[in-house]
């Protein structure tokens, strides 16, 4: 009898902790949604309105972005590198906004390196902890910060360019995250992200390429050149999803940072954004903008 009863005992102990967890996912689905339905409008409104409101959301949000990732690499101390990462970061949007693409992306490349080259060849005092994930964080956040405002230009359908990219990024987190939850299976990259399945990389792809087809009807574009193209970028924004996953494994935290309910930081919320953009950029230089795509 003695032996039952701290079986039972054992029994509970093990389950309360899954029974919080499970009455937890409404509440931390509802913030994810609440959450999406603040910051979705924001984006769509400076995407539709363009400057000056674009160009001041997307300085605000890399270097919202940029200050995460050196909290991120810095053991939770922004310090004297973290400026240096928010500085060259803010400098190249403002630069591009305001003067030339192409001198902003001059400029998030001269940042890394010299970020990179101090840290490892500075003085004591000029060193910096993680000068390579500090100078990567340069080049991911800042590169697809002055390309976004590249495509946002008026003599590239900037504005319909934006809004697709959006709604492709938007449906494959979307179904990825519902796909996820509801069937699981096997794990796309335990090692990286424990929580990722194939399940969901399919989904993420499958609602990406509706995504895709609406905005090929709503744009009077060709299905096939806009459906395509979505799915494979599904792919890729996922792919950028697991890289912040194996920079947050690689220094022990969960979330970036904890300003968005739900979603943690805002680097989170914007990773697979940050992995589309440059793909969009190559696709555009090479094909054109996406209302002429055949």
């Keep these: ?11 509970v102990r093990r389950l309360v902790p899954a029974e919080r967890v499970a009455a937890a996912a409404p509440s931390s689905l509802a913030l994810r949604i609440l959450s999406s339905l603040v910051l979705a409008p924001v984006a769509v409104a400076a995407a539709w309105f363009g400057w000056p409101w674009l160009p001041i959301i997307v300085a605000f949000a890399g270097a919202v972005m940029a200050w995460e990732w050196a909290k991120l690499c810095s053991g939770g101390k922004l310090g004297e590198s973290g400026h240096t990462v928010i500085g060259f970061v803010l400098f190249a949007i403002v630069v591009a906004a305001f003067f030339s693409v192409h001198a902003g992306i001059a400029l998030v490349a001269v940042g890394a390196a010299v970020i990179w080259a101090f840290g490892r060849w ?21 590169l697809p910060c002055v390309l976004l405002l590249w495509l946002a230009r008026p003599e590239g359908s900037g504005r319909a ?22 069937i699981g299976g096997r794990r796309l990259a335990p090692r990286w992200s424990p929580g990722k399945t194939w399940a969901g990389l399919v989904g993420g792809v499958v609602c990406a390429a509706l995504a895709g087809w609406a905005a090929a009807g709503l744009l009077g574009a060709p299905v096939l050149p806009l459906v395509l193209p979505s799915a494979g970028l599904a792919i890729i924004g996922q792919f950028g999803d697991l890289a912040e996953s194996v920079a947050k494994r690689r220094f022990g935290v969960k979330d970036s940072s904890g300003l968005i309910p739900g979603h943690g930081g805002l680097l989170d919320r914007l990773d697979g954004l940050l992995a589309v953009i440059p793909a969009v950029a190559l696709l555009t230089l090479i094909g054109g903008n996406v209302l002429t795509w055949r």
């Design 1 to 11: 009898m003695p032996n039952s009863v701290a079986a039972n005992a054992a029994t």
């Design 122 to 142: 500075g003085t004591r005092s000029e060193r910096m902890r993680e000068p390579g994930w500090l100078a990567a964080g340069v080049l991911w956040i800042g």
């Design 161 to 182: 360019t934006l809004l697709w990219v959006f709604a492709i990024v938007w449906a494959t987190d979307i179904g990825a995250y519902a796909f996820g939850r509801l």
